[in-house]
Each structure stands twice: as C-alpha cells, then as structure tokens.
C-alpha cells in the first residue's frame, strides 16, 4: 500500500492481498518511492525520516526519472511537470522590482554519477553553469568525443527525417504508403521505449543504411521500370505508325537480292512504292554512288521543294509508301535490313518539332519521319519526371547517316529503343516486356512498402530521438565545462543559481544519487554570494574570474512583454532597478495620451481581446503562425493595456472618431453675444464638448495637451531620478547618492520642477475674476534664465516670485559643479586613504616607523613588499581617476543639456495627439460627412443616389480609419512611446548592460531547437 499525502509521504510496500506488486517489480517501486521522498523533503525543509524507509533497501535497478529526455512511454500515466511550470511557481524572494539575488556554488560530482547529476540539472532548469576550461579549444575537451558521436547521430537523424518529409509529401501521391503526420518534428509528446544512447546509436546507424540502400535500390528498379514502361509505349505506337502506312497495289513486289545499276529495276522498285527514282536514290538505295536529290540539285527551279517543310510535305506521300519497307514481303523476307536502317525511340512532345527540324538539316532531307504521340504522360527514364512523349520512328540509310541520326536524337534528350522489323519479333518482345515491367512494380511495390513500415516506426519515434540527442549533446558540453580535480578523484563544477531554486537544485543532485545507486548524493557548497560578484572565493573559473552575476526575473504574462521591451534595450544588472514595471504602466498611458480616441482604443481593446480570449487554441497553434501573426500575438496583453490608456484618454480629450460627445451636459449656454459658462458648474470629466467647434477651440486645445506633456513629463524624469536614489541606497553607494542623484534632484526640481508649479498656479487661477490678463509661461522661463531675480510686468504669479525664482536660479547654477567636481575629489580621497598615506604625512616619520619595526624583521620586509606592490598599482589607479574625471564631465554635461531637451521631447504627446485628432476629423467630416452624408441631404437625392453615396463613404472612411489611423498612426505612437522610455527615461538611473540568467534547461534547449528548425 501506497499512502501520499500533501505534508508527508509514507510507504508501505506489502507482499500479500490482490493489489499486491510481483516480486520483480519490488526493487523499481522502493527505489521510485525513495526518490519521491528525498524531492518530498528537500522541498518541504524537513529532516530525514528514516524510520520509515527501514524496509526499503537500495536496489541496483536504475529507475528512469527523465521522460522528456529519454522519450519516457507514452502510456496514459501523468508525466512530470515541466521544468519551466516549476521553474515559475516555486516560491522564493522574486521581486519584479529587483533581480531575484543568485549565488554561486560549487559542485563535487563522481564520475559515475556526473551524467546523471547533469540530466537532473538539466530537467530541473535551475543552474547556469560557468566555463571551468576557457582557455581550452575544442579539441582539448575532456568530452568532445561525446559531442563527436551525438553530432553524426544527428546528421543520421536528419537524413531520416528527409525520408519522413519526403514520405509525408507523396502520400496524396500514387505512391505513398507512409503513414501521415510522419514529418512533424515537434511533437507534443515523445514516446517510445527507453533505450540506451548506444543501442540508439545502432538503431539509427542501422535504419540511415538501410534507407540509403533501399534509396539505391528504388533508383535502379524505377530507372529499370521507366525503361520498360517507354519501350512497351514505342513498340505499341511503332507498330501502330507501322500499320498506318497505306500499302501499294499497283506492283507486286518481289524479293531483291542485290540493287542493280540505274535503269529499268530500279525504276521498277520506285514504281511498286509509287517513289521517282530521286527519291529511292535520296534514301540510299540506289546503285552506289548514285547522288541524291539534294546533293546533286536536281531538283531545278519551281520544280522541287526548297525549304525543309516543302521538302517533308513533298515526300510525304513518300513516307507513307516505304513505310511498306519495315514489313515483310511476301516470301518472310524484308529491305530494312540491308541497306535501310531505323532509328526509333521517345521524344519529349513539346521537342518534337525541333527534333523533325534538326534530322532534316543534318541528314539534308534524305530521311523518312513518322511519329505519334504517347496517350498518357509517362515517367521519363532520364530525369524521372512524369512528361508528355511522343514516339518516333526514323528510316535512313545504314552507316554514317544512321549514326549521326542517332546522335542529334542523343543530344535532344530522346531515348532510343531498337525496333524490330519482324511483327512476330515485336509481339513476343512487348509481351516479355510487359512481363517484366509486372515483376520490377511488384518488387518496387514490395521494398517501398517495407520501407514505409521503417519509416512508420522511425515517425513514431522521431521526436523522442531528436529530444534525446539534443540533450544528450547538451549534457556533453556541459560536462567539457567541468573540471577534473585529479587529487580527489571527481569532477567540480561551478554555476549561477537563484536563491529560490537552491532547494531544487539540491533535490536534482539528491535524484541523481539514488539513480547510480550511491548513499552519499553529489554535493555543493555555496560561496559567499557578496565575493561571487568578484568571481567568487575559492572559484575555479580562471578568466572568467570578475565576470558579472546574471539577472534572474520571472514575469508574470502580463509584465513579460514589457520586460522584452527593457531586455531590447539592455538587460538589468543583477544589484539594478527593473524599469519593467514602471513601463507596464508608463508606456501604455504615454501611448494612450497620443492615441487618444475612444472609438479607436475600443477597437484596440477588441482587438487584443481577439488574442487573449482565445488563448489556449491559439497557443497550440503558436508554432504555426507566421512571424507578422506572432507580433500580436506575443503583444496581446501591450494592446490591451494601450485600448484601454486610449480609451481613458479619449475621454479626457471628449474625442471619438474626431467627433465630440456630451455626457454630462455642458457647462456653457448659448447668448445673444456668444456662449457663457455657468459660474457654479463644471463639466465632470474632460473637456467640455461646448469647445469643439469654437472658433478658438484649437488654441485652446494646444495649450491644454503642451502644458499637460510638460507635467507628464517631468513627472516620469523626477521617478528615474528617484529610481537612481533607489539604486544608490541599494548598493550603499553615498558617493553617487550625495554627488550624483542629490545635485541632479535639485537641478532638476529648481527649473522644471518650478515650471510644473507655474502651470497648476496658472490652471487654479481665475484670470476673468481678477480682471487681467494670464503671464506667458515661455516668458516666465526665458526670464528665469537671461534675468534672474525678475519678472515681466504681467508675469507675477505670487507675490515673492523674483526672490524665489532668484534663489531657485543659483540652486540650479550651483548644482553644476557639485555634479562636475565632487564625485572624482571623494573618489581621489578614497584611493588616497586606501593606499595608506595622503598629504599630509606623505613626506616623513619612515625613520622612526624602521626603528619601532625592528624587533620584527619579518614584519618589517612584508610591510615592505606591500609598499611596493601599492606603489606599482598607484599609476594604474591614478589613470582610473582621470578616467573618471573624464567620465563625469562627460555626464554633468549630457544630464544638463539634456534636461531641457528631455523635457522639450515629452512635447511630442502634444504633437502625435493633435495629428491623431485632425486626421480622424479630416476622415469624418471630409469623406463620411461630405462624400456620404451630405449627397443624402439634398431635397433632389434619390434612394440610389443616396445609397450608393453611402456606401462609397462609408467604406472609404473605414479604410482609410484602418489603414491610416489604426495602423500607421498606432506604430508611430509605440515608437514615440518606446523612444520616451529608452532615452528620456532610462537614461536617468538605467546602465543596462547586466547579462540574463541563461539556466541549463532542456526544456529551453528544445524550444531553441524547434524554433531554428521552423
């Protein structure tokens, strides 16, 4: 009996009652069960229990831990969870606001239990390891011949898997047989037996020869079967050509031994095939040296053909009478053989012509031509494609003419078959022809369906063998990134680890233990995690030493997206601020303030909600999609965080579509001198409607949105100001919090800060009530500046405003060198008391410190030696603080030129939210209004008319609303949006040149895999 519980797990493993395990199944089952209870502890912090595992003896069977890796049976048992689902839900010190701290700790493995340590590791997914051996190539590793045999396992792999898409394309063919679905390569699952990497290295050595032989093999007998297939075509049709050819009534014809001199046999030859004596002496068959029409030119004036088409439908009737020369005579016996020769093959169709003009020229017309086209298209014996042919059949004379006929129908591409004069000849011929065309489709039919059924079983287990070999090759880079410490006898290993994921690491190694049969589990020791920054105490890692520590954030789904928005600029440092969330509401909201429009953010928000309400069937699909679809689809959560800041903006701005609305009724009422605004009213929320369409409605509206990105503005500057005094107080650097974020505060607070200021005071100010006119805000700032201490004459605010504006003015001024100056002086004075003199006491007490330090010689000689060593570093560090020196001259000047042109650039809310609302009014009242509405309106429109106006309208204002406004529009304010975090606002407090925590994961080695192949 088994009992699981959720604080502890008991069992019992009895022999006896009817769900008792056979005998052989006891030692797999205790040794599963202890390892269930060794992760149990780990996990939950509790001490060993061994009392209850006094039963339970350590058997040799090693239970296999690893379906992912080792393609574990695909029956209906729950498999483990991912790697990547524990990885996310364990509970730990995560914080989206700083990196999750990662210590790093040394591994001690047994070189028996090194592989399965590194498989554990590898499922579990929690430890980054370091290259213990940089300095070695590639050669020089330990494991190199591992990675060696997985690499040719792979290419073996791929040569199957070229099979399997090959065998999955032609099943909609006639020659399929392979099951379908045989050339996925990403398998939701990996089933298949377990087997070891040597018997699967057999297994695959053994299927790539027998499909490479079997491809040698189907190459032959296809060739073979072409071949039989075209001859069985040329002997049907050639006896058809044959039997075509009218026969001759008018003479008998009697056998010819020898052909005479010219005269009155030969003329009475040509007769019986109703040929002039030219023509028999074109074919060759006259006496010898008899010349042919064409080369003795008898053919005169008008009085023969002059073209090679004239000359073929000259002698047309001609062919059709010594075609009576290929069949017998009356006594068995026939000319072809003597002095005629036949030349007969197939021809690709559309070649046909070519090679009926290319004979003529070449034999000069001395030739007879008959061919017919094939019914159905026939597999070429040449290139193996399925074409149109048409068979021929040539008679000429023997020797030169029938060798160079058969080398112009070589060069066309034509294959030549022999023809037999003898019709009992062709007949026995096609039938043994037939025969073995039968045999060669049964014996292909035979070996591509043996070979369907290997590639059947190769499919099945396709996936799982790729999974194996991917992570059998990982394992092996990982362990040429070991060290083998020779004086005890093991491996050492070093590796970035989460805090949060030590005890599953822990747990990992525990596993591997129990799977090689050891009673004592591999161990690891962490390191101090403030020296690991440092490379580490006691760490082996050689160069690597001073490397940084990686970064470690888990997102949720929602913050992921803006995390790859912060990652595409530069990764967080481990002891850094995370801009991340900050932009998930930042970026959304800037986006909104230039995108603001109701009707359009619902459309965005319609648009997301497409995605994620269709999340689960769309993320079975995901490796389907193309890369313009995965854009949305990974942004689904970003579109609808920007719908909605658009929509609320849309609302402040009283804006849908560049129409306005009224919700709340306006606080404005029409007089007989204009409208006037009720004194004990206000519009609730936005701007009231009674502006849109006021003759001042766009002045107005500008100021409104400037002022309002100035606010904005520097109110996300003030927070990365704040993020860098958060990082300051995070590391305890009081240098750049006193030099650094404290100046570049009060700079900031002084000018734009004040401005902020002025812009509510003037808001909150009732102008008409006091009867005068509001002071220029630009006036207000050029004047703080060219003449502090002064204000224009209808530009005071508050009474005080000079004085305070005067003292605002030199904090500003005297931040400057605080910012230039302090940080280098500190920092020479630092170094300067680390080196253990300044200037006060440089110069002299050396002969009194040698007279104290005598008694102690040896004292004396390392004081010395460290004396010298800090004088030999004191160049090196006195080039460090010119460096710096530089460094932050560089820096004082690009934060306060780049103050005000920060600031200015937040301007561009107020210039994307205009251009935004005067395309979409120019789209409505331009097209909807006029083009559509207006044509209806008229006392003399007619239903047609009006419709069609309508309709016209109506779908070029959607267009244009798509095209323009949803996507143009949409990209130009996530870029602008993006360009205001990376540079206005990281810039503040964000170095971004940490490095991401990449664990060793074959979960993550997989997806890699799957996302190259694609």
Same mark, same amino acid.
């Given at each position: 009996?088994?009992?699981?519980?959720?604080?502890?797990?008991v @069992?019992?493993?009895?022999?006896?009652?009817?769900?008792?395990?056979?005998?052989?199944?006891?030692?797999?089952?205790?040794?599963?069960?202890?390892?269930?209870?060794?992760?149990?502890?780990?996990?939950?912090?509790?001490?060993?229990?061994d009392?209850?595992?006094?039963?339970?003896?350590?058997?040799?069977?090693?239970?296999t831990?690893?379906?992912?890796?080792?393609g574990?049976?695909?029956?209906?048992?729950?498999?483990?969870?991912?790697?990547? @689902?524990?990885?996310?839900?364990?509970?730990?010190s995560?914080?989206?606001?700083?990196?999750?701290?990662?210590?790093?700790?040394?591994?001690?493995l047994?070189?028996?239990?090194?592989?399965?340590?590194?498989?554990?590791?590898?499922?579990?997914?929690?430890?980054?390891?370091?290259?213990?051996?940089?300095?070695?190539? @590639?050669?020089?590793?330990?494991?190199v011949q591992?990675?060696?045999?997985?690499?040719?396992?792979?290419?073996?792999?791929?040569?199957?898997?070229?099979?399997?898409?090959?065998?999955?394309?032609?099943?909609?063919?006639?020659q399929?047989g392979?099951?379908?679905?045989?050339?996925?390569?990403?398998?939701?699952?990996?089933?298949?037996?377990?087997?070891?990497?040597?018997?699967?290295?057999?297994?695959?050595?053994?299927?790539?020869?027998?499909?490479?032989?079997?491809?040698?093999?189907?190459?032959?007998l296809?060739?073979?079967?072409?071949?039989?297939?075209?001859?069985?075509?040329?002997?049907?049709?050639?006896?058809?050509?044959?039997?075509?050819?009218?026969?001759?009534?008018?003479?008998?014809?009697?056998?010819?031994?020898?052909?005479?001199?010219?005269?009155?046999?030969?003329?009475?030859?040509?007769?019986?095939?109703?040929?002039?004596?030219?023509?028999? /002496?074109?074919?060759?068959?006259?006496?010898?040296? @008899?010349?042919?029409?064409?080369?003795s030119g008898?053919?005169?004036?008008?009085?023969?053909?002059?073209?090679?088409?004239?000359?073929l439908?000259?002698?047309?009737?001609?062919?059709?009478a010594?075609?009576?020369?290929?069949?017998?005579?009356?006594?068995?016996?026939?000319?072809?053989?003597?002095?005629?020769?036949?030349?007969?093959?197939?021809?690709?169709?559309?070649?046909?012509p070519?090679?009926?003009?290319?004979?003529?020229?070449?034999?000069?017309?001395n030739?007879?031509?008959?061919?017919?086209s094939?019914?159905?298209?026939?597999?070429?014996a040449?290139?193996?494609?399925?074409?149109?042919?048409?068979?021929f059949?040539?008679?000429?004379?023997?020797?030169?003419?029938?060798?160079?006929?058969?080398?112009?129908?070589?060069?066309?591409?034509a294959?030549?078959?022999?023809?037999?004069?003898?019709? /009992?000849?062709?007949?026995?011929?096609l039938?043994?022809?037939?025969?073995?065309?039968?045999?060669v489709?049964?014996?292909?039919?035979?070996?591509?369906?043996r070979?369907?059924?290997?590639? $059947?079983?190769?499919?099945?287990? *396709?996936?799982?063998?790729?999974?194996?070999?991917l992570?059998?090759?990982?394992?092996?880079?990982?362990?040429?990134?070991?060290?083998y410490?020779s004086?005890? +006898?093991?491996?050492?290993?070093?590796?970035?680890v989460?805090?949060?994921?030590?005890?599953?690491?822990?747990?990992a190694?525990r596993?591997?233990?129990?799977?090689?049969?050891?009673?004592?589990?591999?161990?690891?020791?962490?390191?101090?995690?403030?020296?690991?920054?440092?490379?580490?105490?006691?760490?082996l890692?050689?160069?690597?030493?001073?490397?940084?520590?990686?970064s470690?954030?888990?997102?949720?789904?929602?913050?992921?997206?803006?995390?790859?928005?912060?990652?595409?600029?530069?990764?967080?440092? *481990?002891?850094?601020?995370?801009?991340?969330?900050f932009?998930?509401?930042?970026?959304?909201?800037? =986006?909104?303030?230039?995108?603001?429009?109701?009707?359009?953010?619902?459309?965005?928000?319609?648009? $997301?909600?497409s995605?994620?309400?269709r999340?689960r069937?769309?993320?079975?699909?995901?490796?389907?999609?193309?890369e313009?679809?995965?854009?949305?689809?990974?942004?689904?959560?970003?579109?609808?965080?920007? /719908?909605?800041?658009?929509?609320?903006?849309?609302?402040?701005?009283?804006?849908?579509?560049?129409?306005s609305?009224?919700?709340? /009724?306006?606080?404005?009422?029409?007089?007989?001198?204009?409208?006037?605004?009720?004194?004990?009213?206000?519009?609730?929320?936005?701007?009231?409607? $009674?502006?849109?369409?006021?003759?001042?409605?766009?002045?107005?509206?500008?100021?409104?949105k400037?002022?309002?990105?100035?606010?904005?503005?520097? *109110?996300?500057?003030?927070?990365?100001? *704040?993020?860098?005094?958060?990082?300051?107080?995070?590391?305890r650097?009081?240098?750049?919090?006193w030099?650094?974020?404290?100046?570049?505060?009060?700079?900031?607070?002084?000018?734009?800060?004040?401005?902020?200021?002025?812009?509510?005071?003037?808001?909150?100010?009732?102008?008409?009530?006091?009867?005068?006119?509001?002071?220029?805000?630009?006036t207000?700032?050029?004047?703080?500046?060219?003449?502090?201490?002064?204000?224009?004459?209808d530009?005071?605010?508050?009474?005080?405003?000079?004085?305070?504006?005067?003292?605002?003015?030199?904090?500003?001024?005297?931040?400057?060198?605080?910012?230039?100056?302090?940080?280098?002086?500190v920092?020479?004075?630092?170094?300067?008391?680390?080196r253990g003199y300044?200037?006060?006491?440089?110069?002299?007490?050396?002969?009194?410190?040698?007279?104290?330090?005598?008694?102690?010689?040896?004292?004396?000689?390392d004081?010395?030696?460290?004396?010298k060593?800090?004088?030999?570093g004191?160049?090196d560090?006195?080039?460090?603080?010119?460096?710096?020196?530089?460094?932050?001259?560089?820096h004082?000047?690009?934060?306060?030129?780049?103050?005000?042109?920060?600031?200015?650039?937040?301007?561009?809310?107020?210039?994307?939210?205009?251009?935004?609302?005067?395309?979409?009014?120019?789209?409505?009242? +331009?097209?909807?209004?006029?083009?559509?509405?207006?044509?209806?309106?008229?006392?003399?429109?007619?239903?047609?008319?009006?419709g069609?106006?309508?309709?016209?309208?109506?779908t070029?204002?959607?267009?244009?609303?798509?095209?323009v406004?949803?996507?143009?529009?949409?990209l130009?304010?996530?870029?602008?949006?993006?360009?205001?975090?990376?540079?206005? =606002?990281?810039?503040?407090?964000?170095?971004?040149?940490?490095?991401? =925590?990449?664990?060793?994961?074959?979960?993550?080695?997989?997806?890699?895999?799957?996302?190259?192949?694609?």
């Amino acid at each position: 009996e088994i009992y699981l519980g959720q604080t502890r797990t008991v @069992a019992r493993v009895g022999a006896e009652g009817p769900g008792a395990l056979p005998s052989r199944c006891l030692p797999v089952t205790r040794r599963w069960l202890r390892s269930k209870l060794a992760t149990s502890r780990v996990a939950r912090g509790k001490k060993d229990d061994d009392a209850e595992l006094e039963s339970l003896s350590p058997a040799d069977t090693r239970r296999t831990l690893l379906p992912l890796v080792r393609g574990g049976g695909g029956g209906g048992g729950e498999g483990r969870r991912p790697a990547a @689902a524990a990885f996310s839900t364990q509970g730990g010190s995560s914080s989206l606001f700083r990196s999750e701290p990662v210590v790093l700790v040394q591994l001690y493995l047994q070189a028996e239990v090194a592989h399965a340590a590194l498989e554990e590791l590898g499922e579990a997914g929690t430890l980054e390891f370091r290259d213990l051996n940089v300095g070695a190539t @590639a050669i020089q590793r330990p494991y190199v011949q591992q990675v060696r045999v997985c690499e040719a396992m792979q290419q073996q792999l791929r040569f199957v898997s070229m099979h399997l898409r090959n065998a999955a394309g032609s099943e909609s063919g006639s020659q399929g047989g392979t099951p379908a679905g045989l050339s996925g390569i990403r398998g939701s699952g990996v089933g298949g037996r377990q087997i070891s990497l040597s018997e699967l290295s057999h297994e695959l050595a053994d299927l790539a020869a027998e499909l490479k032989e079997g491809d040698g093999h189907e190459a032959a007998l296809s060739a073979d079967l072409a071949k039989l297939h075209e001859m069985g075509a040329m002997l049907r049709h050639g006896a058809r050509l044959i039997s075509a050819a009218p026969k001759s009534t008018a003479y008998s014809i009697e056998p010819i031994t020898d052909f005479p001199a010219r005269g009155r046999s030969c003329h009475r030859l040509a007769d019986a095939f109703g040929l002039p004596d030219v023509e028999m /002496g074109a074919l060759g068959v006259g006496p010898p040296g @008899a010349a042919s029409s064409v080369e003795s030119g008898r053919y005169g004036k008008g009085s023969g053909p002059s073209t090679p088409t004239d000359s073929l439908r000259h002698r047309a009737n001609a062919a059709d009478a010594a075609a009576e020369l290929l069949r017998e005579n009356g006594d068995g016996t026939s000319l072809s053989g003597r002095h005629l020769g036949t030349v007969s093959g197939l021809v690709a169709r559309h070649k046909l012509p070519g090679l009926e003009r290319m004979l003529f020229r070449a034999l000069r017309g001395n030739l007879l031509f008959r061919a017919s086209s094939v019914d159905a298209p026939i597999v070429c014996a040449i290139t193996g494609e399925v074409t149109s042919k048409a068979v021929f059949v040539l008679l000429v004379a023997q020797g030169r003419s029938r060798d160079k006929a058969a080398a112009v129908c070589d060069a066309l591409g034509a294959t030549r078959y022999a023809f037999p004069p003898d019709e /009992g000849e062709r007949r026995a011929l096609l039938h043994d022809v037939t025969v073995r065309a039968a045999d060669v489709a049964r014996v292909l039919d035979a070996m591509r369906a043996r070979r369907g059924a290997a590639l $059947a079983r190769a499919g099945r287990e *396709a996936p799982a063998w790729r999974a194996r070999l991917l992570c059998e090759k990982a394992v092996a880079h990982a362990l040429n990134c070991l060290h083998y410490e020779s004086s005890r +006898k093991c491996l050492l290993g070093e590796g970035w680890v989460p805090v949060s994921r030590l005890d599953a690491t822990r747990a990992a190694l525990r596993r591997a233990g129990i799977r090689a049969g050891l009673h004592a589990p591999p161990y690891m020791h962490i390191v101090d995690s403030e020296a690991s920054g440092n490379g580490g105490f006691g760490s082996l890692g050689g160069e690597s030493a001073g490397e940084k520590r990686p970064s470690f954030f888990a997102p949720s789904a929602l913050i992921a997206p803006f995390q790859a928005i912060v990652d595409a600029y530069g990764v967080p440092r *481990a002891d850094e601020l995370n801009p991340a969330p900050f932009v998930a509401v930042t970026f959304p909201f800037f =986006f909104g303030l230039m995108f603001g429009d109701v009707g359009h953010g619902l459309l965005l928000i319609v648009f $997301a909600l497409s995605y994620i309400l269709r999340e689960r069937s769309l993320k079975k699909r995901e490796a389907q999609m193309s890369e313009i679809e995965q854009y949305p689809w990974h942004g689904r959560y970003v579109m609808l965080l920007m /719908g909605i800041f658009a929509t609320y903006a849309g609302f402040l701005y009283n804006d849908a579509f560049g129409v306005s609305f009224d919700l709340f /009724g306006s606080a404005w009422h029409p007089t007989p001198h204009g409208s006037r605004k009720d004194p004990f009213r206000t519009y609730p929320f936005g701007l009231d409607p $009674a502006w849109h369409g006021s003759p001042n409605q766009l002045s107005f509206v500008n100021s409104y949105k400037m002022k309002l990105s100035i606010v904005f503005g520097v *109110a996300q500057m003030t927070l990365g100001i *704040a993020c860098s005094f958060s990082n300051a107080l995070h590391r305890r650097n009081w240098v750049d919090f006193w030099c650094e974020c404290v100046p570049q505060m009060l700079f900031l607070m002084s000018i734009f800060g004040y401005l902020v200021f002025t812009i509510f005071l003037k808001w909150s100010t009732d102008w008409v009530a006091e009867a005068r006119r509001p002071p220029s805000l630009i006036t207000l700032l050029i004047k703080f500046f060219m003449e502090p201490g002064t204000t224009p004459d209808d530009g005071e605010l508050f009474s005080g405003q000079a004085r305070v504006q005067l003292l605002l003015a030199g904090i500003a001024f005297m931040t400057v060198p605080w910012m230039l100056v302090a940080k280098p002086y500190v920092k020479s004075r630092q170094l300067a008391t680390k080196r253990g003199y300044n200037d006060d006491d440089r110069g002299g007490n050396t002969g009194t410190r040698l007279l104290d330090d005598v008694s102690n010689p040896g004292d004396l000689l390392d004081d010395q030696k460290n004396e010298k060593g800090d004088h030999s570093g004191g160049h090196d560090e006195e080039e460090d603080i010119v460096e710096l020196a530089v460094h932050q001259i560089i820096h004082t000047i690009e934060f306060v030129l780049g103050a005000v042109s920060n600031t200015a650039s937040y301007l561009r809310l107020w210039a994307l939210s205009l251009a935004h609302n005067q395309l979409s009014v120019v789209f409505w009242t +331009k097209v909807f209004v006029e083009m559509g509405l207006q044509p209806c309106a008229k006392k003399d429109a007619g239903a047609v008319v009006c419709g069609v106006s309508l309709v016209f309208a109506t779908t070029t204002w959607c267009a244009l609303t798509v095209v323009v406004l949803m996507c143009m529009e949409l990209l130009s304010a996530f870029l602008h949006a993006l360009r205001l975090h990376w540079v206005e =606002f990281q810039n503040k407090f964000y170095k971004g040149d940490g490095r991401p =925590f990449r664990p060793f994961s074959f979960q993550q080695i997989l997806a890699d895999a799957a996302d190259s192949a694609e």
